[in-house]
């Protein structure tokens, strides 16, 4: 079992000495034979000065800030001080710019990542003054610190941020955990310091572990730039150090967080008179006693990427938009209700447009189980986690088969610690967390990709016995017209060869059904795009997945070859052969009965560089002549609209849709065919446009003949004009 770290932090008001203190600790636990890290937590990054000799290190946030994710390593970052004890510096920005607690949260993101921590036995955060936010409370979260020091002084204001870092503790640990080692007195000799420092210890139930005096031996090592332990002469300083160091090493005693409230703290501080609720030293626990917290077989998030461009909107959006499929699941936004408005429109208008002017139903996009925590500006600066706790119980009160949490930028922002509802989690329902806040993970396709690779490591049950005949269908597309439609044809088509389908990853699926993913021994992929190649890899690398080369096929050819290729898998040619001789037939039926209206009638078409073999094949059946097809090609692809080298004098690339309707005028065809949408010209043709996820099945292409057909003999009137005024309503 991987040995882990001893994780202490040192707290205390701005200027009261931590990072002396810190860095004289860390010399004390070195030179006991402890290998030693100390990080500054503080954005004047001078916490580790004494240490490097007076060299200043770069920061972690302006490395992170200047540097590609790419080429990120973490020596860039990681100093080697006196006694070999590794040092860093977080930063922050620029004052009076940004957000340093987030900054905070973004190193410590980076530092777990890269493993910062590994070959120490013992971690040293020396932390900013007060715990003003979610970020600077980072290092006392219960993943990090095991073991927290507060420093200060006999001064009010100082006894004041040592008592408001106990409220901060308390208000993660609750009365369940004990973390607190003790006080570390730095006198500044000032009168009754002593007497107040000794009140204060009393009151909150906490021992005072070192007392360091006020001496000029500190000056002067700082003079050196180095420690008092690296001073040639030998001061009672040095010992000082060395027995807390050595009491660290020995097992801390650690106790619970007993804050007082400013009016025990006055009166017991400045007045001398102790609190009226008993405040007797709690009972210890050994430092090495783990805090309890979920535990996870969770892999590491997806590290943003650097190369992609941002597009499409924000990670949040994404990540929702993509657990709403998740069908027996409560999504949660933990968001302003700005942002929940925003990506419940996003998922839903689809579906009420498609289903009121088409009668196209999209059940997930309807009345998706989507709720929001409403956050406002209170829960901007005292944080939103109890709105998020209230909000996941009651989800997880009525047994969905998941509850899924997405948060927003304000929530990441701010420093929730939204991982800790995981906590929720029953047996029957599993709460999963998705940090989704767009400021840091990315674009909306990144946030879809979020989204599918932690629901998998949540749900998926590697364990879970094989279905020898089903199939996987892998990352169908969340927002379209035909993804159901698609679903039905490919399911009743596997049902005909005696195979199921075993899970939609993630296309309106149940929590069991993707908790049996690996149940099936072939995936396959939905349709070819960059971000499913990249989800297939995941899936193969992670679960070991076995995909079949095709996606679902679009038109005769391609139906016919992925069938076969299925019929080898699981050994069913026997079944399939009658199945494609019947619907050649069909196919050839249909092609001749649609070549009495077609036939020699001339098209021109414009698309953004997909594969269009499948219309070809039916059009040319049906007796219809392709005149030339005009690629847009705005990603510089190579062109990929045909597999047929017969047809490539057909296809020309072209700039823009001006050039093409200049063509298509010279052309004078019959039928203007598009598969994205634009302004048709004038002319004395139909035009019709394509959905860009095709109809699936051996039917896809003469579907589309069979409107052409429609549209000729009703040029003037009839179900075309209807089709003209949605176009007209929505993108004219």
Known sequence: MENKPLEIALYGKGGIGKSTICANLSAALAEGGSRVLQIGCDPKHDSTRLLMGGEDLPTVLDYLRDTPAERQELSAVLGTGCRGIGCIEAGGPQPGVGCAGRGIISAFEFLAKNHSKENYDIVLYDVLGDVVCGGFAVPIRREYAQAIFLVTSGEFMALYAANNILRGIRNYDGDRHRRVAGIIF??????????????????????????????????????RKCTVLDLPEEVPEKQIFRRLAEEISSGLTLREALPLTDGELERCVLEGTPPERAAAPSPARP?????????????????????????????????????????????????????????????????????????????????????????????????????????VAEAVARKPGAVVVVSSCVSGIIGDDVLTVEELSTPETPVIVIPA??????????????????????????????RSRSVNLIGEAGVSNNIDVNYRIIRDLLQDMGI???????????????????????????????????????????????????????????????????????????????????????FLREAKELNAVLRGKRVAMTTINANVDWLLDAAEAAGVEFVWIGVLNYLRQELRVTDDPRRLA?????????????????????????????????GDYITDSLSMTQLAGFRSGLDVLERWAKLLENRREGEWSRDRALFEKYYA
Not at 197 to 202: G, I, T, Y
Not at 440 to 457: F, P, Q, R, S, W
Request: glycine share 6%; net charge negative; with cysteine.
């Open 186 to 223: 730095n006198r500044r000799n000032i009168a009754g310091e002593t007497e107040r420092v000794e009140r204060f210890a009393r009151a909150v139930g906490l021992p005072i572990c070192a007392e360091v005096p006020r001496s000029d031996v500190f000056a002067r090592s700082e003079e």
């Open 437 to 466: 806040d767009g400021d840091v993970n990315g674009d909306y396709m990144k946030g879809i990709e979020m989204c599918l690779h932690t629901v998998a490591e949540r749900l998926v049950d590697p364990r879970t016995p094989p």
């Open 500 to 586: 199921a389908v075993n899970c939609r990853f993630l296309g309106d699926a149940t929590a069991e059904e993707v908790r049996r993913l690996t149940a099936a021994p072939l995936n396959i992929l939905s349709h070819d795009s960059p971000d499913n190649r990249k989800l297939r890899r995941w899936l193969e690398e992670r679960y070991g997945c076995r995909f079949l080369p095709e996606c679902l096929p679009v038109g005769f050819r391609a139906t016919r070859d992925f069938l076969e290729k299925l019929g080898d898998f699981f050994d069913c040619r026997e079944v399939l052969l009658p199945m494609l001789r019947r619907e050649e037939a069909a």
């Open 287 to 391: 430092a090495d006693e783990e805090p309890s917290r979920p535990k996870t077989d969770r892999a590491p998030r997806p590290a943003p990427d650097a190369k992609r461009p941002p597009l499409y909107g924000c990670a949040f959006n994404g990540a929702a938009t993509a657990a709403i499929h998740l069908t027996d699941a409560v999504v949660i936004a933990h968001s302003p209700r700005s942002c929940a408005f925003y990506t419940w429109q996003n998922i839903s208008s689809p579906g009420r447009k498609n289903l009121f002017n088409r009668g196209i139903l999209m059940p997930s996009a309807i009345s998706p189980n989507f709720v929001s925590t409403e956050m406002d500006r209170h829960d901007a600066v005292f944080g939103g986690m109890d709105k998020l706790r209230g909000r």
């Open 650 to 682: 057909l296809v020309e690339e072209i700039s823009d849709w001006p050039a093409a309707a200049e063509k298509i005028a010279a052309l004078k065809p019959d039928i203007v065919v598009s598969n994205y949408t634009s302004a048709m010209p004038e």
